[in-house]
């Protein structure tokens, strides 16, 4: 692919829609280690988005702090599994999660989380010379 795509607006991609860039379709643009990385990282926050949303056995967060390099702590648990999880976020990530957690009717959405996403998301459009809706 010999199109620049922003690493944020890529990731907000991998996460909302990971079908769009699959690594089989678009295998050069997931050859460099960041990339690689931030695919692993994609995968990790919808996996987070999951277990928060599964209706079975559905986990419950136990607390959010951010760190001072700004970094998000999260910790959660899937009280009947007997399992807690805790993860570092960078704050589009959590952005990110929060947003998807949003989306599925489980979490209020604040305007710098859905800002920080959805500018993001428009990088994308851009790099791609799509339109924007208004």
Request: aromatic share 6%; hydrophobic share 45%.
């Amino acid at each position: 692919m010999s199109v620049e795509i922003d690493d944020e607006a890529l990731f907000c991609a991998l996460v909302f829609a990971p079908t769009a860039f699959s690594r089989n379709r678009f295998f050069g643009l997931f050859e460099s280690a960041p990339r690689k990385r931030l695919r692993r990282r994609a995968g990790r926050i919808r996996g987070i988005i999951r277990q928060l949303t599964n209706p079975e056995r559905r986990a419950e967060i136990l607390g959010e702090r951010v760190l001072e390099d700004g970094q998000v702590l999260l910790r959660y648990q899937v009280e009947e599994l007997g399992y807690s999880r805790t993860a570092a976020l960078s704050q589009l990530e959590a952005a990110a999660l929060r947003y998807a957690l949003h989306r599925a009717g489980k979490a209020p959405l604040v305007e710098a989380d859905r800002k920080l996403v959805q500018t993001a998301i428009a990088r994308l459009s851009k790099d791609l010379n799509l339109p924007i809706d208004p």
